[in-house]
């Protein structure tokens, strides 16, 4: 973490030099956009070279899922899929079942579950659910919306 942080400084003072006017750019007639930058445009390429950790960290996460995609499918592939003797399911229909099991569990966990531990164990509420956490987790549920 402490290389990443000084890398982030290091790139920090690079990027302000590119803003600093100097006797060649005082005595040149016009302005070079290739030597001199706008604070703006300095501050904005800080920024997302800020984001470049986050980004790499979400690689192996995107990774993994699609891995997790393309296996289930070619593992559906191979199973018996068919309902009666002319229906058959298609290998790529059967991805609905994880998002239909995540939109059905995760009500039933927060409104049966949840409340029965809490009772259990004595544990208070820790937050009120308001009208705007509920707004936000209805972000959530988006991907699976066409199913």
Known sequence: MLHLINFLNLTSRCLDKAMMIDDKDLSMK???PWRLCSVKK???VKLIIRLLPIW???FAYAIIVAQ???FFIKQ???MNRSIGHK???PPAYLQVIPGFTI???VPLYDIL???SMRNLTKTPLRHKHTPESRGSALGWDYPYSPL
Request: glycine content about 0%.
């Open 87 to 89: 229906f058959e399911i």
């Open 113 to 115: 579950f949840v409340p």
């Open 103 to 105: 939109l059905v569990c």
């Open 30 to 32: 016009s302005k070079n």
């Open 42 to 44: 300095v501050e904005e």
């Open 76 to 78: 559906a592939s191979t």
């Open 56 to 58: 790499i960290c979400t």
């Open 68 to 70: 997790v995609h393309t």
